[in-house]
């Protein structure tokens, strides 16, 4: 995936989602604009029914704007075939939501070489990998074990390794600590400060948490389907980093 050098890695530009038809309309996201930088460490903040997920949803390709463009790297996805979009996803944009979204009857090591398998990567090739993704969320010894049989913070750490498998250039995060008590919410705030540091991926992540927030190298503050505030840290005052 190829990007020039001036351009930003995220940019949505004059963004607007509508939900429902006639009188079910509801406006998710309205004439937003943004861009993100490759290696930022970006906070989504703002009250519930704001716009957070959908902003995640649009950039992630999950979602298609109703207009506007949103662009990742050289992809335009307001157009981009759905074929193109779910190649990006598998291989350069990896997705934690706050419900895990593991699947039930597979292990821990084969939900994390998932997306290796759905690319075409043999078992033999793709385990290995696996592995030592879940040794990087200190759950290796767990590889075997059903999501049912993990804690929730075990279970987002599967779904962590699972996201960053493919080394991918962003990963999304939405409200990923949000099922978590305040341990394993830290533990996992580390991991991702830690995959920041270590693999330079860029990070977007939805959080109601102040404490993540100051984490991040640049909050943006979403409310009403419009960014409402967008402040950046100077480089050095990263917690943990
Ligand atoms: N699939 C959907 N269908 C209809 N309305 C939706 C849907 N998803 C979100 N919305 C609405 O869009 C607005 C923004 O929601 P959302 O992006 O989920 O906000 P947040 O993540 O900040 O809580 C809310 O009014 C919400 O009810
Ligand atoms: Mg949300």
């Not at 949803?57 to 979602?63: A, E, Y």
């Not at 385990?127 to 049989?149: D, F, N, S, T």
């Not at 990070?203 to 503050?221: K, Q, S, Y």
């Amino acid at each position: 995936m190829s990007m020039r050098r001036d351009e930003a890695l995220v940019e949505l530009s004059g963004v607007t989602k509508v939900y429902g038809e006639g009188t079910g309309m509801v406006t998710g996201l309205a004439d937003v604009s943004l861009r993100v930088g490759a290696g930022e460490f970006l906070g989504i903040m703002g009250p519930t029914g704001g716009g957070k997920t959908t902003l995640i949803n649009l950039i992630g390709g999950l979602d298609r704007p109703t207009r506007g463009t949103v662009r990742v790297a050289d992809h335009q996805l307001e157009r981009a075939p759905e074929d193109v979009i779910r190649l990006l996803r598998r291989r350069h944009i990896g997705v934690v939501f706050q419900a895990f979204n593991l699947l039930p009857s597979l292990s821990a090591l084969e939900n994390v070489a998932l997306p290796l398998l759905a690319d075409g990567l043999a078992r033999r090739a793709a385990e290995p990998r696996a592995r030592a993704a879940l040794e990087q969320v200190h759950l290796v010894e767990r590889a075997a074990a059903r999501p049912a049989e993990l804690s929730g913070g075990e279970q987002q750490r599967v779904a962590l390794a699972r996201a960053l498998i493919a080394d991918p250039m962003l990963l999304l995060a939405d409200e990923p600590t949000g099922c978590l008590d305040t341990r394993t919410g830290a533990e996992m705030v580390d991991l991702l400060l830690r995959a920041h540091r270590l693999r330079g991926v860029t990070i977007i992540l939805v959080t109601h948490d102040e404490r993540i927030a100051t984490a991040c190298t640049r909050t943006v503050t979403v409310a009403d389907g419009a960014i409402v505030a967008d402040r950046r840290r100077p480089v050095g005052s990263t917690a943990g980093g």
